[in-house]
């Protein structure tokens, strides 16, 4: 398989370049970088408040407990002696002082028969009752259990007297547990905020002059070679900018230094094109000139029979339509205007041209055309009357290659935001020492072929900002096809 | 009415409710009541290993208590609270109004009261023309028959008129009155050598008794009457009994009554008047 393409122009690469250098958000280094401290301090933060609750959680229910036993402690030390002297009045106030202690759900003392002397529940004194515990509860209580029940057996000389029984309520415990929860939630979320701000802070003064260096590059790529960053940090990216600034400087060096070679070969390439021209339009008019010259002379002669003289006055005629021919192909050529972008569908505009030449009487029966259009629009920025042109030009080689006969296909179809025009022979294909050359000037593989067509077609289509692509095999066919951008 | 006076009401209210309810609840235990002579921690330790004896004996728990003080206990004495009473010969004339009476005495030296005083303090002989003026006297509580009864009577018959030679200090119980004395707080102190001889031994180091009185019936131990006879007697056993065995001895020693009980009457606290 043989294929050719043209070097892609500037601004197709400008604008590919454009597209690729726009990221998403999540792609940037700044989504990254506040990400990585929002994580980190979320993780970090989240262990360190989960074990602290956790400590301070088993501190306050130790605390409760301490608490707790040190005021049943204290009740069975207050109340031994009005226990034992049977002093309803001193356990009312040991009672109602212990009562007023924070946390104290109920407290009661009970003699060593199990009547109760003094209690918070003034239904229960001077009854007889069953102890509410045996021994005291610990912590973790059950669930549902909003009282730590604590006893403490009141002895004297080894023997229990009685008993101090205290409740301590879980309510101001589960709060303060809610309240350090709550507070390390806060905590977190203010660590989450006050991370993500500074990684923000961070991310916008390094990446700020990235942005800067990249809206250069984008002027760079716009061919503005003008350009420099103004970065005075005294960083990395500080650093990274004056390198840069040094290599735009020695890239518009380097720029104009192309630029005058250039210059000066395209020149000298057009010295010699018009030379090489001037050699082609001689040698194509030579030919013609030749025969209508031979053909004036032997007509001057007497002797010549009327009918030579005729044959001769049309070969006359036939060479002076081709020099026509050649002077018209070569005027269309060396006279394409600028062409007149404007919005267009290009789908009317080939099935027009393909009905123009299937109608055509000079089309051999033998070769067939089809028409492929995947969509129903296919609107491009296009010049009406140059893509017709082109249309025409590339149909009729692809004929012209078939004089055997053949299938043509002309096909149409969007490519994402592009569309592709395909024009397919089944002919004898080009030799492959020719494929590189079919696009220029008078270089045709045909005896009757000016070697113009294809030279029109690449320089309306360069005019499109696009190419034309040549697959050949010989035999098989060729293909030749081009991309437009969809409007 | 302000939160505080409506609270010491409700306390109040609480307080007869309670008081009623002990009074009204029948019972399957026996409730021995100790007079409050001492702190209730040391009257504690001292008599319920006699309960726990009782307890087994009877067949049902003895409940040890004692009163806040001598006019609780004697109101819960009138009241019949107590089965088993231990006091002194004073209140048990008062006592025997209420149905109690005398089944045994403590069997050790006389019952007499003491005048005890600082070794170094003003107060070296009790003479009545020697006493100055301005002292302080200490007792446990005005009904206590040893320590404040007799010795009053004792320095009225060597003509010191307490209430207007000294000034008078009421302790609730005898170890408090001593500690006074041994603290400054008063400069004599009159109580019973029971209670003298349970200080710890550098309180008694510095105080010496100056006078001591005539001796009184010792202090019984009495019962309420109703009490089933065969407890009565099983009560009377045991305590007669308790200087004859090893636990026995352990009892009185704890008690600090080495020669256990001896039988009383009735008839031996006729003569005892204030």
């Known amino acids: 398989m043989n294929t050719i393409a043209e070097d892609v122009p500037a601004g197709m690469i400008a604008a590919d370049a454009a597209k690729s250098n726009r990221l998403s958000w999540f792609a940037t280094l700044r989504f990254r970088l506040i990400l990585s401290v929002a994580l980190v301090h979320a993780v970090l933060m989240g262990a360190f408040i989960w074990d602290a609750v956790t400590e301070q959680s088993d501190s306050i229910r130790a605390e409760l407990q301490n608490r707790g036993h040190a005021l049943s402690s204290l009740m069975a030390v207050a109340t031994t002696n009005a226990l034992l002297a049977e002093d309803l009045a001193s356990l009312a106030e040991v009672i109602d002082r212990t009562q007023r202690q924070p946390d104290v759900s109920y407290a009661e003392v009970i003699d060593a028969e199990g009547n109760v002397l003094a209690s918070t529940d003034p239904s229960r004194v001077g009854r007889r009752v069953t102890p509410r515990i045996q021994k005291s509860e610990t912590m973790p209580l059950a669930p549902n259990d909003g009282v730590l029940d604590l006893r403490e057996n009141i002895q004297v000389a080894g023997r229990d007297v009685g008993a101090v029984f205290v409740g301590m309520s879980t309510k101001n415990l589960h709060q303060a547990l809610a309240a350090t929860r709550d507070e390390g939630l806060l905590f977190i979320l203010i660590a989450l905020v006050v991370g993500s701000l500074a990684a923000w802070a961070l991310s916008f003064a390094t990446t700020r002059n990235l942005h800067a260096m990249t809206n250069a590059v984008r002027r760079i790529t716009d061919g503005d070679l003008d350009v420099r960053v103004n970065i005075q940090s005294r960083d990395e990216v500080g650093l990274l900018a004056r390198a840069f600034n040094a290599m735009v400087g020695s890239l518009q060096r380097t720029s104009r230094q192309v630029r005058l070679e250039h210059e000066k070969r395209t020149e000298a390439e057009r010295l010699a094109c018009v030379g090489e021209l001037s050699a082609s339009i001689a040698h194509e008019i030579r030919n013609p000139l030749s025969a209508i010259i031979n053909s004036v002379q032997l007509m001057t002669r007497d002797n010549v029979p009327e009918a030579d003289r005729r044959e001769l006055a049309g070969i006359m005629t036939a060479e002076s339509n081709r020099l026509q021919n050649i002077l018209n192909d070569f005027l269309t050529f060396s006279r394409i205007p600028e062409s007149k972008l404007a919005e267009t569908d290009l789908c009317p505009l080939l099935r027009d041209t393909v009905l123009l030449l299937s109608n055509d009487p000079a089309l051999p029966k033998s070769v067939k055309i089809q028409t492929r259009i995947h969509a129903d629009e296919c609107r491009a920025r296009i010049d009406s009357d140059q893509m017709r042109q082109v249309f025409m030009n590339l149909i009729l080689n692809g004929i012209q290659a078939m004089p055997d006969g053949g299938n043509l296909t002309v096909e149409v179809q969007p490519r994402g935001e592009r569309l592709s025009v395909r024009v397919a022979d089944t002919g004898r294909g080009i030799p492959d020492d020719m494929l590189d050359k079919v696009t220029r000037p008078f270089i045709t593989g045909r005896k009757d072929g000016t070697g113009l067509g294809l030279s029109i077609v690449q320089r309306i289509l360069m005019q499109h900002g696009t190419k034309l692509t040549i697959v050949s095999h010989k035999d098989v066919g060729t293909e030749v096809s081009f991309e437009l951008e969809s409007a | ?274």
């Open chain 2, 1 to 274: 009415m302000r939160p505080r006076s409506l609270q010491a009401a409700l306390a109040l209210c609480l307080l007869l409710f309670a008081a009623a309810a002990f009074a009204q609840a029948p019972r399957d235990y026996y409730r021995l009541g100790v007079l409050p002579l001492q702190s209730p921690t040391k009257l504690a330790a001292m008599f319920m290993p006699l309960a726990d004896d009782l307890a087994k004996t009877l067949g049902r728990p003895v409940q040890f208590v004692t009163a806040p003080s001598f006019a609780a206990y004697m109101q819960r004495v009138q009241k019949r609270e107590y089965d088993i009473i231990y006091l002194n010969p004073l209140l048990y004339t008062e006592a025997r109004k209420y149905g109690y009476r005398a089944i045994a005495k403590v069997a050790q030296e006389p019952f007499t009261g003491i005048l005890v005083v600082r070794k170094d303090g003003p107060i070296q002989r009790l003479d009545p023309k020697h006493l100055p003026d301005g002292l302080r006297i200490g007792f446990p509580d005005p009904n206590a028959f040893a320590a404040t009864v007799m010795t009053r009577q004792y320095m009225r018959s060597l003509g010191i008129d307490v209430s207007k030679k000294f000034h008078i200090h009421y302790f609730r119980s005898q170890d408090s009155a001593l500690m006074a004395l041994y603290s400054g707080l008063v400069d004599i102190t009159g109580t019973w050598r029971p209670s003298l001889r349970s200080m710890p031994g550098y309180v008694r180091a510095k105080l010496r008794i100056v006078a001591e009185t005539p001796p009184q019936p010792q202090m019984p131990i009495a019962v309420r009457a109703g009490l089933p006879r065969p407890d009565v007697k099983r009560i009377t056993d045991l305590l007669l009994r308790l200087g004859h065995g090893e636990r026995g001895h352990a009892i009185l020693k704890a008690l600090g009554f080495e020669d256990g009980f001896v039988r009383a009457t009735d008839a031996e606290y006729l003569g005892v008047r204030q």
